[in-house]
């Protein structure tokens, strides 16, 4: 199995600003995963993470508002840009382990003021 | 359109009573059925992972069907505990497109269950 941990645990923001949630896996992995749970809803995934490459966005997310980063295998950040109300959530990030089951972390609740 | 549908939304038992949790999926192609517990203000933990050849899983006092054929799965809870009070995910896994590119996860909306004294 794989452990992630994930700074902040959670944070409350202005609206306007921006906040960099880390992932820090305790293995190597090729794809890191950026999920968003918004308020009494199930995951939603935004971007896909592989090192070395841009990241893979799902439809309704951009880049310019959730830019990420994977700058080696066991680590990624992802930004949550220009914030609003809207923007209040629980993020997760996650990994994919060998036999294809998911290992989420603990999440960063985000609360924008 | 993919699609998982849990039931029901939420769930109150008596410590000790087993209980059964339902998903109904619509995803295709077919690849496996993971149920997940996410705690209030954590993320997902795997339970159970079942492949379509796969009609029942245990994990503890969790059992986990599957019937592929109607597209159903339950998720049944033994003798209670308070520590069960949690969100039930049911996911279900589409095979990746291409080689490098991760399988497709479609997610339930969750059934919530609180274990009361």
């Known amino acids: 199995s794989a452990v992630i941990s994930q700074k902040p645990s959670r944070d409350i923001c202005q609206r306007g600003t921006s906040l960099t949630i880390q992932c820090q896996v305790d293995s190597q992995v090729t794809m890191m995963f950026w999920y968003r749970q918004q308020p009494g809803q199930s995951l939603t995934l935004i971007a896909t993470?592989?090192?070395?490459?841009?990241?893979?966005?799902e439809s309704g997310f951009v880049i310019d508002k959730f830019p990420i980063s994977r700058p080696n295998l066991t680590f990624s950040t992802l930004t949550v840009s220009n914030m609003s109300p809207e923007d209040s959530s629980i993020y997760l990030c996650?990994?994919?382990?060998?036999?294809?089951?998911?290992?989420f972390g603990p999440g960063t609740r985000l609360t924008v003021t | 359109k993919n699609q998982v549908e849990q039931s029901p939304q939420s769930l109150i038992i008596l410590e000790g009573k087993n209980c059964t949790l339902q998903c109904n999926y619509t995803v295709s192609p077919f690849s496996n059925l993971r149920w997940y517990k996410q705690d209030t203000g954590r993320g997902p933990v795997s339970l159970t992972i079942?492949?379509?050849?796969?009609n029942t899983k245990s994990n503890g006092r969790y059992t986990a069907t599957l019937d592929a054929d109607t597209k159903q799965s339950s998720l049944h809870i033994t003798a209670s505990q308070l520590s069960d009070s949690a969100s039930y995910i049911c996911?279900?896994?589409?095979?990746?497109?291409?080689?490098?590119?991760?399988?497709?996860?479609?997610f339930g909306t969750g059934t919530r269950l609180q274990v009361t004294l």
């Open positions: 079942m492949t379509f050849s796969e």
């Open positions: 996911v279900v896994s589409s095979p990746a497109l291409n080689t490098g590119t991760a399988s497709k996860l479609t």
């Open positions: 996650s990994v994919e382990g060998p036999s294809y089951e998911q290992y």
């Open positions: 993470a592989n090192q070395g490459s841009e990241a893979t966005y």
